[in-house]
């Protein structure tokens, strides 16, 4: 497989439109016995066990003018989001929380060209707008238009996670092009390794994994942590290579569509309003990749 190729670039997009749709049912599942921090730290810890190999072949290519975009991709690419996500999902519905995961494609180019000096287009402008608008429908929605909702606040905090990916996204494409996408997520996760420890051992004890349902939860988390963190990062580092950054971080555009069906599947409540606005964020992000 060739990743210079367009098709192959499409199919690795697709690829990673499921395993990321699919993270939030996952999410899901694990909190149904874990508190969400446990939730989050056990995800990237197991991760990060699994890249450990990489990330200590690879270790020595870490220099002084790398080693700060190295930790911006190990906590805003990887850390901070999934404490944001496992404590949003605490409230917010799994398919919520895969449609306002959009917000990516907007945010990937509102800080290009704040920070990273990338040319737009008016229409590209355009489309962040309506992206925008677009989540402001759809948070109104599961808030029942109440902003004085719980729901606000927490939606806020996928907000927040969405804006985390898009800085680690600029980084990588700006400032650590000249490394390969397994040493980028490699050395990530072995950077996020001691932190994650202190974390797991403050949050957990052995009791928790004796409960009911533990054993399935762990499981879960584990998949997640295996093709929804660890190869998702190294594939999706891999298509920024390849690709551009806006073309790489539009993999939400199919994220939604796994997410809702995983939604319907689980029973969870798909409003048609809530349809309607993810047309509109998925409308600004097709107006934000527009070239011409």
Same mark, same amino acid.
């Not at 093709?227 to 999706?236: D, K």
């Not at 790489?248 to 569509?257: F, Q």
């Given at each position: 497989?060739? /990743?210079?190729?367009?098709?192959?670039?499409?199919?690795?997009?697709?690829?990673?439109?499921?395993?990321?749709? %699919? $993270?939030?049912?996952?999410?899901?599942?694990?909190?149904?016995?874990?508190?969400?921090?446990?939730?989050?730290?056990?995800?990237?810890?197991?991760? %990060? +066990?699994?890249?450990?190999?990489?990330?200590?072949?690879?270790?020595?290519? #870490?220099?002084?003018?790398?080693?700060?975009? *190295?930790?911006?991709?190990?906590?805003?690419?990887?850390?901070?989001?999934?404490?944001?996500?496992?404590?949003?999902?605490?409230?917010?519905?799994?398919?919520?929380?895969?449609?306002?995961?959009?917000?990516?494609?907007?945010?990937?180019?509102?800080?290009?060209?704040?920070?990273?000096?990338?040319?737009?287009?008016?229409?590209?402008?355009?489309?962040?707008?309506?992206?925008? +608008?677009?989540?402001? *429908? *759809?948070?109104?929605?599961? %808030?029942?238009?109440?902003?004085?909702?719980? !729901?606000?606040?927490?939606?806020?905090?996928?907000?927040?996670?969405?804006?985390?990916?898009?800085?680690?996204? !600029?980084?990588?494409?700006?400032?650590?092009?000249? =490394?390969? $996408?397994?040493?980028?997520?490699?050395?990530?996760?072995?950077?996020?390794?001691?932190? =994650?420890?202190?974390?797991?051992?403050?949050?957990?004890?052995?009791?928790?994994?004796?409960?009911?349902?533990?054993?399935?939860?762990?499981?879960?988390?584990?998949?997640? $942590?295996?093709?929804?963190?660890?190869?998702?990062? /190294?594939?999706?580092?891999?298509?920024?290579?390849?690709?551009?950054? /806006?073309?790489? $971080? %539009?993999?939400?555009?199919?994220?939604?569509? #796994?997410?809702?069906?995983?939604? &319907?599947?689980? !029973?969870?409540?798909?409003?048609?309003?809530? &349809?309607?606005?993810?047309? &509109?964020?998925?409308?600004?992000?097709?107006? &934000?990749?527009?070239?011409?």
């Amino acid at each position: 497989m060739s /990743l210079e190729k367009k098709f192959w670039q499409w199919v690795l997009l697709l690829f990673l439109a499921f395993i990321w749709g %699919s $993270s939030f049912i996952l999410m899901k599942r694990g909190l149904e016995v874990f508190d969400n921090p446990q939730v989050a730290v056990l995800r990237i810890l197991l991760a %990060s +066990l699994l890249l450990l190999p990489i990330g200590l072949k690879n270790f020595w290519k #870490v220099n002084k003018k790398n080693i700060l975009p *190295l930790l911006a991709t190990a906590f805003f690419g990887n850390g901070i989001p999934a404490f944001l996500f496992t404590k949003a999902q605490t409230v917010l519905s799994s398919s919520f929380t895969g449609m306002l995961n959009s917000l990516v494609p907007l945010f990937t180019l509102a800080l290009g060209v704040l920070f990273f000096k990338i040319k737009v287009t008016k229409i590209n402008v355009a489309g962040v707008f309506i992206g925008l +608008l677009g989540a402001v *429908l *759809l948070i109104a929605v599961q %808030s029942n238009f109440n902003f004085g909702n719980p !729901n606000v606040f927490y939606s806020f905090l996928v907000v927040l996670a969405t804006l985390c990916y898009a800085i680690s996204v !600029n980084v990588i494409k700006q400032y650590l092009h000249n =490394m390969d $996408s397994q040493s980028i997520t490699g050395i990530a996760f072995t950077i996020l390794l001691p932190f =994650m420890l202190i974390v797991f051992f403050s949050v957990f004890s052995w009791s928790d994994f004796q409960v009911k349902g533990a054993l399935k939860a762990t499981g879960y988390i584990f998949i997640l $942590s295996f093709f929804g963190t660890a190869m998702a990062v /190294l594939l999706f580092n891999e298509l920024i290579k390849y690709t551009s950054s /806006l073309f790489a $971080s %539009s993999v939400t555009y199919l994220i939604p569509v #796994v997410a809702i069906l995983w939604g &319907v599947f689980d !029973n969870e409540p798909i409003y048609g309003l809530s &349809v309607v606005s993810i047309g &509109v964020i998925l409308l600004g992000v097709y107006l &934000v990749n527009k070239r011409n």
